[in-house]
């Protein structure tokens, strides 16, 4: 069965960070493009970052430059480092796999997708 939880969110002031990760289970993971998404009341749900398998990126150009999306292989973990967090970073943040070859930030070639984890930005 496959499985992806993500963890690490919570509520963060302005200009703070946080590091959310998504543990995977049930699938050959180092051979998934990966991605983080997500979604603020009433608004689609949009692409955060992608990571291929073999580790090119892709990023949305609103967290361009804050945010770095990574994976362990090893691990079968990915993960999102957020830095100078802004109030519209708000929303519920999903992991996601595919198995397709490259990057991609959007939700269409993303068979697998978590629960999500909440990031709230606010003082």
């Known amino acids: 069965e496959v499985q992806l939880v993500e963890s690490g969110g919570g509520l963060v002031q302005p200009g703070g960070s946080l590091t959310l990760s998504c543990a995977a289970s049930g699938f050959t993971f180092s051979t998934y493009g990966m991605g983080w998404f997500r979604q603020a009341p009433g608004k689609e749900r949009e692409g955060v970052a992608g990571i291929a398998s073999y580790g090119a990126t892709k990023y949305a150009n609103s967290v361009k430059g804050r945010f770095t999306i990574s994976r362990d292989n090893v691990k079968n973990t990915l993960y999102l480092q957020m830095n100078s967090l802004k109030p519209e970073d708000t929303a519920m943040y999903y992991c996601?796999?595919?198995?397709?070859?490259?990057?991609?930030?959007?939700?269409?070639?993303?068979?697998?997708w978590g629960q999500g984890t909440q990031v709230t930005v606010s003082s």
């Open positions: 996601a796999a595919g198995q397709f070859l490259g990057v991609s930030t959007f939700t269409g070639p993303y068979r697998y």
